[in-house]
Every structure is written in C-alpha cells, then in structure tokens.
C-alpha cells in the first residue's frame, strides 16, 4: 500500500464521480516542510503558529521570517496562517490568563488576540508582510459571533495602515474563520467570511460536550455523532450559498475511514497531516456513493 499511497500522493484527488477535491496540509512546526515536495497538496489549510510562541511572544521579524518560509515552500500554492489560538488546550505561558475555572470555555483562540491588541497587532503585521510573497489567508480560531471577525477586520485595517505609513511592503490576507463552536456553525451563513475552516477537534468537544484531552470520553466523543454530522453539513451548505471555501482542518480529515462519509456531506477541501496526504488521495479516489456535485 506505501508505494501506492506515494504514487497517489503527487497527483491531484478525484473522487470516482469526477469530482475535484482539495488536499492541502497542516504544518504545527515549518520543520515538517523539510524534504516535503509542495507538488503533493494543493497548499496549506493550516499552519498552527503557537510553535512559534513556545518561548513567550516573538517578535515581528522572527514571526515575519517563519511565515516567509512557509509560504516560499509553497510555491504560489495558498498558504493559510492562523492568529495565535492560545488557550484551552494550548496554554502559552506569560499569554494565557491564569486561574480560569474552565479555559476550554474561557478567553482562548481570537478572544485572547482581541484582549491584547498590542499583541495581535504584531502578528496581522507580520501575515500581511508575508502575504505579498504569495496567497496569504489569514484565519481566525475560535469564534462565536460575527462582530469578533468585524473587530480582527478592524485590527487588519489598523495593521495595514501602520505598514503602509512606514513603507513596508504587504499584501491584504483573505480573512476566514475556524468553525469551531455550535454557534458558529449553525449561523455560518451571517458571516462575512472570506472561507470557513471546520476545526472539528474543537467543534465535536463542543458538539458532544467531552473535552478533547479527556481519554475516558473517547468514545463519546464521536466525530460521527449525527449532530456533529449535521453542523458539518450546515457549515458546507452555507459556504456554498455564498460562493466561499470550506474546507475541514481538524484530524477527521486525515482518517481515510472517515472520507466517504465527509464527500457525501458535500466536502470538497481536506487539510490533513503531511504524512496523511497518501492515504487520504487513495480514499477519495475509491470511495463509493459520492455525491456527483455538491451543487
Ligand atoms: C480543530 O480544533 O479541529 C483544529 C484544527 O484546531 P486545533 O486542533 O489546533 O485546536
Ligand atoms: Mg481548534
């Protein structure tokens, strides 16, 4: 199956139906992207940037030099940068508050970006900067409601103008969410999101109420409960009405067995972990009962 899943790996995914499906990957450390051949995925749909927060908050140029990195290795492909998703499972230290009796429901994600203004500002400057070398596309984690993309908006705009009074060469990101949380997913269509991401990690702990690093839950913390099904449906349904990307980013996409079922709820971009780019091409090219077209 290996030398199988390699050849597939460097071709682009069609589903038996014909259908075109997107395979981008996740990188939570740029040092993964070493000896990895862009050619194999059509960009990234996620690059998780707490790596760089490992030693308190870097500062512009070292952000500015990791995300060049990144997107240089892509080649022209999208590259997909989130802001700083502190918080929950992914405590920063010196970033994080201390102290919340439940941080999963606590000020994590874009929440704590949008508490330390100075902060976040440092990171959209540094994406901005790294988006005139190619297709940048900023992501938020981590949202309930439309006026918190409104506010990240707000803080872009601000970033840019900074940029633009100091002569620094940029690029304005496309600007997309995570879908993350219930309320979210069933109001995705109120958004003025340039893309949505399904981060079904957190949605299916929010969904089913189990927290993702609590083992004794696993089973009930089902990725194809019919209600996490449905949040997903809804969430593909509404990008489809309003003619933006969905895409799935949390680890359901990179589990080949879950693949059918994903292109039957009309999914047409997968992010997945590198080493998952083989099999997951190989299970959407076999899958039976795919739907024609989503459309
Ligand atoms: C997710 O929640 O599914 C996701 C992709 O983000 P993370 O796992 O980093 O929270
Ligand atoms: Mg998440």
């Not at 994406?127 to 992501?139: C, H, N, Q, T, Y």
Request: with cysteine; net charge negative.
């Amino acid at each position: 199956l290996k030398a199988e899943e390699a050849e597939i790996a460097g071709k682009p995914a069609v589903t038996r139906a014909g259908r075109k499906i997107r395979v981008l990957v996740n990188v939570d450390d740029p040092s993964i992207l070493d000896g990895l051949d862009p050619e194999i995925c059509d960009g990234i749909g996620l690059t998780r940037t707490e790596f760089l927060f490992s030693k308190g908050p870097p500062d512009e140029e070292t952000q500015l030099q990791a995300y060049e990195t990144i997107v240089r290795w892509a080649k022209g492909r999208p590259v997909t940068i989130r802001t700083l998703d502190a918080g929950g499972d992914k405590p920063v230290p010196g970033v994080t508050l201390d102290g919340e009796q439940n941080p999963f429901l606590g000020v994590r994600g874009l929440r704590l970006s949008l508490l330390d203004r100075p902060l976040f500002r440092v990171q959209l400057r540094a994406i901005a900067r790294a988006a005139r070398l190619g297709p940048v596309k900023m992501m938020v984690p981590m949202v309930t409601a439309p006026f918190e993309l409104d506010e990240a908006r707000a803080e872009l705009d601000l970033a840019l103008a900074e940029l633009t009074g100091e002569g620094l060469a940029h690029a304005r990101p496309e600007c997309g969410i995570m879908i993350e949380t219930p309320a979210a997913a069933l109001t995705a269509e109120d958004w003025d999101a340039d893309f949505y991401s399904i981060g079904s990690n957190d949605l299916i702990q929010y969904v089913t109420a189990c927290a993702r690093d609590n083992p004794n839950l696993a089973k009930l913390a089902d990725a194809r409960n019919p209600a996490v099904l449905e949040l997903i449906a809804r969430t593909v349904a509404a990008g489809k009405a309003r003619g933006v990307e969905v895409s799935l980013c949390g680890d359901m996409a990179s589990s080949p067995e879950l693949v059918p079922l994903l292109l039957s709820l009309g999914l047409e971009s997968f992010s997945v972990a590198p080493a998952q780019v083989g099999p997951v091409k190989l299970a959407i090219g076999s899958a039976e009962g795919d739907v024609a077209n989503g459309d």
